[in-house]
């Protein structure tokens, strides 16, 4: 089975703090992991992909997130929050099955950066 | 880059109305996928297509149809639109063969049944 568990629903940082958001994922294939970022009425834009190379990924605008699979995570952070990181950001899990494309979101973690 | 173009941002309709949302892609993705977005709920898939006059339902079909006559068009039809329909509907496509490949998203229709 495939899914993706977001551990928190919301998270607030002050400006210029290191930001951790969660993720813990369970896929019966070897998954790619994405994480995206919603800004209010827009649509989703990818912020980092894993696909079974340097388990340290690198992403857009500081974002980068490290995979674990003996903890099966996928946490994404930043060293310094800046106020226009303030976002919704959703952590997804894709395999192949049946010759499809299997894709599942976690539910969202609404970030808060605080003046 | 990527364009996936949704033809409408905000729309209005009402109950018992067929509804006709559209989307387009310019980077000849095999595979489009339409969903819901809910708070709370995350996204939810509807229907995908992996081709031309292909679909698949996902995860919430029921009340939907889609269509996907031309490779970079895929439409979702409301055949009867009911108030629990209101919601933020997404577009989105990706390669076929290279499941690591990120699916692509349009800017959304957010749509009120009244």
């Known amino acids: 089975a495939q899914s993706v568990t977001q551990l928190d629903s919301h998270v607030s940082v002050s400006e210029g703090t290191p930001v951790l958001l969660r993720c813990n994922y369970s896929?019966?294939?070897?998954?790619?992991l994405f994480w995206y970022v919603q800004h209010p009425n827009k649509g989703l834009q990818l912020l980092l992909k894993?696909?079974?190379?340097?388990?340290l990924v690198k992403g857009i605008n500081g974002f980068e997130a490290e995979f674990k699979k003996s903890e099966t995570s996928f946490h994404l952070t930043k060293p310094s929050a800046h106020m226009s990181d303030a976002a919704e950001y959703f952590c997804?899990?894709?395999?192949?099955?049946?010759?499809?494309?299997?894709?599942?979101f976690g539910i969202g973690t609404k970030l808060q950066v605080i003046p | 880059d990527v364009k996936v173009t949704q033809s409408s941002r905000y729309l209005v309709k009402r109950t018992g109305e067929k509804v006709f949302l559209e989307c387009v892609q310019d980077?000849?993705?095999?595979?489009m996928f339409w969903y819901r977005q809910d708070p709370g709920l995350g996204l939810r898939l509807i229907y995908f297509?992996?081709?031309?006059?292909?679909?698949e339902k996902g995860d919430i079909p029921e009340g939907y149809s889609v269509s996907r006559e031309k490779k970079e068009r895929f439409s979702l039809i409301l055949e009867s639109a009911s108030t629990n329909q209101t919601s933020m509907y997404l577009c989105?496509?990706?390669?076929?063969?290279?499941?690591?490949?990120?699916?692509?998203f349009g800017d959304g229709t957010r749509l009120s049944i009244l």
């Open positions: 894993y696909t079974s190379a340097a388990t």
């Open positions: 989105a496509s990706s390669f076929f063969d290279r499941e690591y490949q990120p699916q692509h």
């Open positions: 896929s019966s294939y070897s998954p790619s």
């Open positions: 297509s992996y081709d031309v006059k292909m679909k």
């Open positions: 997804v899990v894709s395999d192949r099955r049946g010759g499809y494309q299997k894709v599942t």
């Open positions: 980077m000849d993705h095999e595979n």
